[in-house]
């Protein structure tokens, strides 16, 4: 990729995470129940009950892992199993997504297609580290309190694909083939 393709891409996602934050803000008010480190050293202006959506601006550093249940064992995947490298306005954005997801239904009916792949994403900042997983089949939930659902969502999966340096990401893509 040139050097002129990577500065665009840059503003693209600097000028995303400039307008969606303001009205994101709002809406991520949810508790986090896989927070897996505890909050330290918090600034006055966030709550003592601060949750990943509270703190997504300070997110900076991202691991995904996929999980992949013996029933989905025969799939091959376009990526490894596990990323490390994630530039920061990527990570910020896709948290910035997930806090826009909409609230799953409380009474969702069965799930289609459930292959059995989960992301799991633990999102680092310096205020700790929040891990929070996203069926990429089936409910397509994504682990936030209240259960956001990426179901209707591409968007979701299109960044995930970025983040994880697929080009012309999508859902069907980040599940992987039954073809080698």
Not at 35 to 44: A, F, M, N
Not at 121 to 137: K, M, R
Request: glycine share 8%.
């Amino acid at each position: 990729m040139s050097t002129l393709s990577v500065s665009r891409v840059t503003r693209v996602v600097a000028i995303t995470l400039i307008v969606l934050s303001g009205t994101l803000l709002a809406s991520c008010g949810s508790s986090l129940p896989g927070r897996t480190s505890g909050l330290k050293d918090l600034p006055s202006w966030i709550p003592l009950h601060a949750t990943f959506c509270d703190l997504w601006p300070t997110t900076d550093r991202l691991t995904v892992q996929r999980v992949v249940e013996p029933s989905a064992s025969g799939r091959h995947f376009a990526t490894p199993a596990t990323h490390h490298d994630a530039h920061a306005l990527l990570v910020q954005l896709l948290a910035t997504t997930i806090c826009s997801l909409p609230t799953a239904p409380s009474l969702q009916p069965s799930c289609p297609a459930d292959v059995g792949v989960t992301y799991r994403l633990t999102f680092i900042g310096p205020n700790g580290s929040w891990a929070v997983p996203i069926e990429a089949s089936g409910c397509q939930d994504v682990g936030v309190t209240p259960t956001r659902t990426a179901d209707r969502s591409p968007g979701l999966f299109k960044i995930l694909g970025a983040v994880l340096g697929l080009r012309h990401a999508t859902r069907a893509r980040l599940l992987g083939s039954l073809h080698p």
